[in-house]
């Protein structure tokens, strides 16, 4: 199957993924060679304190797909960001420059995908989310398992998933090699309650950050089985990325 990843910070000179064209050319062909097919750009976003450039973006993703299409590559590239969200006021700012198009949901979706400092109180994440529903934005939370009011209380997650329309995102290194036994257990009890949406990559280069999802695959099949590998790196992401 190919894999559709919805956490990647493939644009160049937007944060801390590619410097260049060179290595967002060079990333492009590390994620189909790992069986990725499908990818949203996910550049970080403070947009409740700064602007985001979407021209900038959108002419990238041209350069991308037009790459892609040159070279043949079977890899199509949309364009999302990593909205990052400190408090349950700055959602409202957040809400209109969405409303607006000043800033991207994911593939042109309802789907938006937050981040939170990683000290973040429950409560706080639980109003947040509140806003962007209410707005009628579909929130996806990246990287679960950065935040110790869900690793430390996973009874928490509980009351996320009352919310019909949010999404978990858990990275696929985690799910490969969690580290220490208390991350351990989490993941462990994650996947086999349901708790987890989707895997996602959140690359951010070809080394240190890399494109893991083959791997993350593999890990998933051998312990938790094919159908839930094929659910978490690719099948459940449709609903983002469409056919």
Request: glycine letters at 6%.
């Amino acid at each position: 199957m190919a894999f559709i990843d919805i956490h990647h910070h493939l644009l160049f000179g937007v944060d801390d993924g590619p410097r260049d064209w060179e290595e967002t050319r060079l990333s492009l062909h590390h994620a189909a060679d790992g069986g990725i097919g499908a990818i949203v750009a996910t550049p970080h976003a403070d947009v409740s304190r700064r602007p985001f450039n979407m021209e900038s973006c959108r002419d990238q993703i041209h350069q991308i797909e037009q790459y892609c299409a040159d070279e043949r590559l079977p890899l199509r590239v949309t364009l999302g960001a990593e909205l990052f969200c400190r408090e349950p006021l700055t959602v409202d700012s957040i809400v209109k420059r969405l409303d607006s198009g000043d800033a991207p949901t994911l593939a042109a979706t309802r789907f938006v995908l937050l981040e939170f400092p990683i000290d973040m109180a429950f409560d706080k994440m639980v109003r947040i989310a509140e806003r962007f529903l209410s707005g009628g934005y579909w929130p996806i939370l990246a990287h679960i398992e950065r935040y110790a009011c869900l690793v430390q209380k996973p009874g928490n997650i509980g009351q996320l998933r009352e919310f019909r329309d949010l999404r978990l995102q858990v990275n696929c290194n985690t799910l490969i090699a969690p580290f220490g036994f208390t991350m351990r257990r989490f993941i462990k009890r994650a996947v086999e309650s349901g708790w987890i949406d989707y895997a996602a990559t959140d690359a951010h280069d070809r080394v240190y950050r890399p494109v893991r999802m083959k791997e993350c695959h593999e890990t998933l099949s051998r312990r938790y089985g094919a159908e839930v590998a094929d659910a978490l790196c690719g099948g459940n992401q449709m609903e983002v990325v469409g056919d």
